[in-house]
């Protein structure tokens, strides 16, 4: 079977499709084309359905309802996550009268400093040109992901406010849910358990072979030291990323329960495998 895969151009992800996209890790199931795309451009083509398997934010699940979420492959922050840059120290009142850099409207950083501060003013923007932007006063502040939260000070930039930090204690220590991936419902149910195997099974594979999977991941290093990529893989790629289980799970269920309470997201039905 021919599925088209959506993944994005981010060393953490091409570190967990490793195995499966240089054909090291195959499956008698599955033939894969990958589509690379940012986030937020992946966000946007699965509310059009156009693939079949895609990286999404969680928050975009609310938005997806063909899409289910599977088991492997997720993105969850343990204690760290998302965080806010400024070359000022604001408060969050502060913050809140300013105009701050997003990395998109769908992004799981959105919806997380929407619970974090409340509604606030915004423009979107490419995340890798967020600091920038920061550095440069064309905005007050800056929500940075990726391996943005860790080259930011090279900028002369200012932690404000931890995003990751703040959910860890507010949830009684549940990791930050930021990105997963999705299958299609069009696929029945022990097909989108074969894939997640399938995926499950990359991931093991680069976890084994680290050296040879960052490898590969530097081909999506975006010009940063390997030492830099190796802490940021380091970071997202852990057992939860193998199986989501039962702390993954609450985290997103979490995370919807309280963004449909405070009225950031639609009621809908989570579908996870």
Excluded at 42 to 52: C, G, I, P, T
Excluded at 93 to 112: C, H, N, R, V, Y
């Amino acid at each position: 079977m021919e599925i088209t895969l959506g993944h994005t151009p981010d060393a953490d992800d091409a570190f967990m499709f490793y195995g499966m996209l240089t054909g090291k890790v195959t499956s008698p199931h599955f033939k894969v084309n990958h589509v690379v795309e940012d986030i937020e451009t992946l966000n946007k083509r699965a509310l059009k359905h156009e693939l079949d398997v895609t990286a999404v934010s969680v928050h975009a699940c609310a938005y997806i309802p063909n899409y289910t979420i599977l088991r492997s492959g997720g993105s969850f922050g343990k204690g760290y996550g998302p965080i806010v840059i400024s070359k000022r120290n604001l408060s969050i009142d502060e913050l809140k009268k300013t105009k701050i850099a997003i990395p998109g409207k769908m992004t799981s950083a959105f919806l997380l400093l929407q619970l974090m501060i409340g509604k606030f003013d915004y423009v979107e923007m490419k995340f890798s040109d967020i600091t920038g932007a920061v550095e440069k006063g064309e905005v007050d502040a800056g929500l940075v992901i990726h391996e943005t939260q860790i080259t930011y000070d090279k900028k002369n930039l200012s932690k404000i406010l931890d995003v990751g930090s703040w959910w860890r204690d507010s949830t009684g220590g549940l990791p930050v849910p930021l990105g997963i991936n999705v299958m299609s419902n069009h696929f029945e149910t022990e097909t989108r358990k074969k894939f997640d195997e399938f995926f499950r099974e990359s991931i093991v594979y680069g976890m084994a072979r680290v050296n040879e999977a960052l490898d590969y991941a530097m081909t999506y290093s975006r010009d940063q030291p390997r030492d830099l990529i190796e802490k940021f893989v380091r970071m997202y790629v852990n057992d939860i990323t193998i199986e989501m289980g039962i702390l993954g799970e609450s985290a997103i269920r979490d995370l919807f329960k309280f963004g449909i309470e405070k009225g950031l997201v639609p009621e809908f039905d989570l579908r996870i495998a």
